[in-house]
T-cell receptor, first 118, second 114 residues
Framework: GAVVSQHPSWVICKSGTSVKIECRSL??????MFWYRQFPKQSLMLMAT?????????EQGVEKDKFLINHASLTLSTLTVTSAHPEDSSFYIC??????????????FGPGTRLTVT | SQQGEEDPQALSIQEGENATMNCSYK?????LQWYRQNSGRGLVHLIL?????REKHSGRLRVTLDTSKKSSSLLITASRAADTASYFC??????????????FGKGTHLIIQP
């Protein structure tokens, strides 16, 4: 099946620094990628939708200037958490969708990136 | 937005028993999916049921969908210790184009006691 990877798996950074998380579709072209955030013991919340070659669409309440998304190619989307603070510590999960693939528009999820801001 | 509600929030049963989890949602959907997540790990896709389907089976899993009630259930039969995990339903809304992210329920934490 389709594989999505994320890098890094986990990262610890100091408050005020920026962190970049990569999401790659390994064996298909992802016209659309999604970024989710999951706080401990909670569910996944959609943060933004990333379309290749265009600006990302952010969900209500998600700061676009803080969470920079770049979908520069059909296999790579990046999420940069700028000026990270401890409250940004979370599990960030991406998913990729091949709109020209299966008719059910199945999403393929990456393994997640655990961000801890100290 | 978080539209899925699952119940129970937590469920503890003995190994070998069946586990049933329910999910409700609010908007029209293309499909509903169930995922499993082990503690601190990524999601595992379990099963997808389309809006025009009422029941689907996959191994020990049985999913039902009632679009009139906007609800779904996941049944795991003959549970095993390895089934211990959090289970989430996720809906793919019917807004057209397949370009929307999934909306996840709050999840049910299932514990299988040996």
């Amino acid at each position: 099946g389709a594989v999505v990877s994320q890098h890094p798996s986990w990262v610890i950074c100091k408050s005020g620094t920026s962190v970049k998380i990569e999401c790659r579709s390994l064996d298909f072209q992802a016209t659309t990628m999604f970024w989710y955030r999951q706080f401990p013991k909670q569910s996944l919340m959609l943060m933004a939708t990333s379309n290749e070659g265009s600006k990302a669409t952010y969900e209500q309440g998600v700061e676009k200037d803080k969470f920079l998304i770049n979908h520069a190619s059909l296999t790579l989307s990046t999420l940069t958490v700028t000026s990270a603070h401890p409250e940004d510590s979370s599990f960030y999960i991406c998913s990729a969708r091949d709109l020209w693939g299966k008719p059910d528009y199945e999403q393929y999820f990456g393994p997640g990136t655990r961000l801890t801001v100290t | 937005s978080q539209q899925g509600e699952e119940d129970p929030q937590a469920l503890s049963i003995q190994e070998g028993e069946n586990a049933t989890m329910n999910c409700s949602y609010k908007t029209s959907i293309n499909n509903l999916q169930w995922y499993r997540q082990n503690s601190g790990r990524g999601l595992v896709h379990l099963i997808l049921i389309r809006s025009n389907e009422r029941e689907k089976h996959s191994g020990r899993l049985r999913v039902t969908l009632d679009t009139s009630k906007k609800s779904s259930s996941l049944l795991i039969t003959a549970s095993r210790a390895a089934d211990t995990a959090s289970y989430f339903c996720a809906t793919d809304s019917d807004s057209g184009g397949g370009a929307d992210g999934l909306t996840f329920g709050k999840g049910t934490h299932l514990i299988i006691q040996p």
